[in-house]
């Protein structure tokens, strides 16, 4: 087997021929003309002329091969108390089912449909379901407003949607059909049917002519075979939070894709056919997409799906039941979770109720590793703990320590290489020709082209493709993350270089609240920015300045505030702090300097910048900020 040095200059100087031999892990119903179509640069295409169906590759291929009787899903849910299992041959025939159940409402290759379900098995078979008829799924978390889900609605047009009726979070029952019905009022393109999940939790009420009950479209229906689509046709789009409040839409492709998701399982994870794979996300999120379902089903692995939290489902041992009662080989997680589990159970204690002997790693994703977890974890864990680097984006990991080729030693911060395919360079933030020397910090970018399974465009949006990643360096796609590479060519990732932030995992735009807080009658101007939150990573905080002659109460203002951006974006933006200020402090041309206010926050060292219009108003932020007890002193 070759080295990870000798694969990773090969992807970069061969990859036609790189790329070629890794697709001959996947079925295809017709073979590419070319790896690489990179005649039509930015826009490069992966595996043009071939066809193949990504549902037949995750389901009936298996089948076929003789995993029939092997769990391809294992749904466990602390949630609902429930375990249930599905054999390869039980979700294949589930998913042709419902499949021919979306057809029945007219569902065809090409058509969008749009799934806004909470963390049980429809999920996964209705994004499968649509991957097998040749139609383009959307899914959107479930923490998201209407108004959120009314701009994916509109945005991506589908002809249906499918939802469940609630989700369940500790203590409460989030009715998501009264939401979805909201955002059938508020989008412009009306869907023509959507297909609900009535959960026992919360029965939802059904809209005549429009809302079919997902079991009895089943009942009527027949299992239907998977339609071949091109390589380049989408699977899914996906959106994420850019740096305004009108998400981007991230479109997967069908070939890139599941040559490089199954590619990674092996090299990446280590992981091999017939084991058991847990990524503890959601399915709303990419690592959900890409790790909950397409890959370890790509791979012919058994993949769990948990409905539940790291803590309080029923404790902070429950992530060790899962490992130990379904046999998992490796988890994939937040660090954020790991802080939850370590912020309640410190000393690991809960870890000797259980057996974790086939548990090998350990990969942690989603938002910097701080070294701290991750020594917490490698103490309790006695495995590797693997940080690695990617976004919505990449759809599969940019930097890791691909531990198919043998684990490299593990620099904390880092998540260590760039992955095959990945050419990495830091660029100087003030000159986009010139790029960084070891161990300094500027724009992390990849030259193009991207690998297999990455983004080849936005959402019929070319020219926002272009504008969002590719004009600022010419060649090269920007990751907005800053970082640095140091003398053994190991990646620290830093910090966004954009508007947004990370909360505990999620990404979310801060432009985006600022519209929401902007909305209110008696605000004439807000910033919000990440504050550093020792469960979370990062929290929001809003800046307010009220319009000339309000003069309110500032904890009712501060209570609507919150209320808007839970009622607007939705509770994952997990929006609690606003702050009255009588003026934000801002540059000579009146840019917000966010930044300053952030470091004031966190307490960093902070050295005003010359072009600030008055230094005074840093000050009056610090005070302000006092009042509600930041900067939080460290430990
Ligand atoms: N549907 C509806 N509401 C949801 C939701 C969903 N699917 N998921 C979360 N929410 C709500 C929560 O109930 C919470 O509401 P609240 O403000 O009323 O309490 C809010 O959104 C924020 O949720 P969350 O970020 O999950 O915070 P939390 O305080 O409930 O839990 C952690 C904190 C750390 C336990 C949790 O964030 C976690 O498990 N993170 C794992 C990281 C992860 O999965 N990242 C994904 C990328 S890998
Ligand atoms: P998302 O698109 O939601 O997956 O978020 C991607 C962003 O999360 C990246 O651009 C980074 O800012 C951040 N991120 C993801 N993984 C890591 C990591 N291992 N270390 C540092 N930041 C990360």
């Not at 294949?92 to 029945?104: C, Q």
């Amino acid at each position: 087997m070759a080295t990870y040095e000798e694969d990773y200059q090969r992807s970069l100087q061969d990859p036609n021929g790189f790329w070629g031999e890794a697709a001959s892990d996947i079925s295809w119903y017709k073979p590419w003309t070319t790896v690489l179509n990179d005649t039509n640069p930015p826009f490069y295409k992966w595996f043009e002329g071939g066809e193949l169906n990504t549902c037949y590759n995750c389901l009936d291929r298996h089948v076929e091969e003789g995993r029939g009787d092997q769990h391809a899903l294992i749904y466990d849910s602390p949630m609902t108390n429930q375990v249930k299992k599905f054999t390869y041959r039980e979700l294949t025939e589930i998913v042709a089912r419902f499949a021919g159940g979306l057809a029945s409402l007219g569902v065809t290759k090409g058509d969008r449909v749009l799934i806004y379900m909470p963390m049980v098995p429809e999920a996964l078979v209705a994004m499968l379901a649509c991957a097998r008829l040749g139609a383009v799924h959307s899914v959107v978390f479930g923490g998201f407003a209407p108004k959120e889900l009314a701009t994916r609605i509109d945005d991506a047009k589908p002809v249906c949607i499918i939802a469940g009726s609630c989700g369940l979070e500790p203590g409460r029952i989030v009715e998501y059909k009264p939401l979805l019905d909201e955002a059938f009022e508020m989008s412009t393109h009306k869907p023509s049917s959507s297909v609900i999940l009535q959960r026992s939790e919360c029965v939802a009420s059904m809209v005549e002519g429009r809302d079919h009950d997902w079991q009895e479209l089943v009942a009527a229906s027949e299992p239907v075979d998977c339609v071949p689509v091109a390589a380049t046709d989408p699977l899914y789009v996906l959106y994420t939070s850019g740096t305004t409040g009108i998400p981007k839409g991230v479109v997967r492709d069908n070939g890139g894709h599941a040559v490089a998701l199954k590619w990674s399982m092996k090299y990446v994870y280590d992981i091999n056919p017939g084991e058991v794979f847990w990524a503890a996300s959601d399915v709303g999120w990419v690592v959900g997409h890409s790790y909950i379902v397409y890959a370890p089903l790509l791979h012919g692995c058994t993949t769990i799906l948990f409905e539940g939290k790291p803590v309080g489902t029923p404790d902070a041992g429950t992530f060790w039941r899962v490992i130990q009662d379904h046999k998992v080989k490796a988890l994939f997680t937040a660090p954020t979770a790991f802080r939850a589990i370590k912020q309640y159970d410190h000393e690991a204690k809960l870890l000797a109720n259980y057996d974790l002997s086939n548990f090998k790693t350990l990969f942690l994703a989603g938002e910097r590793a701080d070294p701290d977890t991750i020594i917490w974890a490698q103490d309790a864990l006695k495995v590797p703990v693997i940080d690695h680097w990617w976004q919505t984006e990449s759809g599969w990991p940019i930097g890791a320590n691909c531990m198919g080729y043998g684990m490299k030693p593990v620099k904390l911060g880092s998540p260590t290489l760039p992955v095959a395919g990945y050419d990495i360079r830091i660029i100087d933030e003030e000159d986009a020709f010139s790029e960084k020397a070891t161990g300094d910090i500027g724009v992390i970018a990849i030259k193009l082209p991207l690998p297999p399974g990455t983004l080849p465009t936005l959402w019929h949006n070319d020219q926002g493709y272009i504008n969002s990643y590719l004009s600022d360096i010419p060649g090269y796609y920007k990751t907005g993350d800053a970082g640095y590479v140091d003398e053994d060519g190991y990646l620290f990732i830093m910090a966004r270089t954009d508007d947004i932030i990370n909360v505990a995992g999620h990404r979310l735009s801060t432009g985006g609240m600022e519209e929401v807080l902007a909305g209110h009658k008696d605000v004439a101007e807000c910033a919000v920015i990440g504050v550093q939150d020792e469960l979370k990573g990062q929290a929001p905080m809003g800046f307010v300045v009220l319009n000339i002659g309000v003069n309110r109460d500032h904890e009712d203002l501060k209570k609507e505030l919150v209320g808007l951006v839970r009622e607007k974006i939705g509770p994952v933006a997990a929006f609690k702090i606003a702050l009255v200020v009588a003026r934000l402090p801002k540059t000579r041309s009146g840019k917000i300097l966010r930044g300053v206010m952030r470091k004031v926050a966190d307490g960093e060292d902070l050295i005003v910048p010359a072009t600030i219009d008055d230094p005074s108003i840093v000050t009056e932020i610090a005070d302000v900020l006092a009042t509600v007890g930041y900067p939080i002193a460290k430990k």
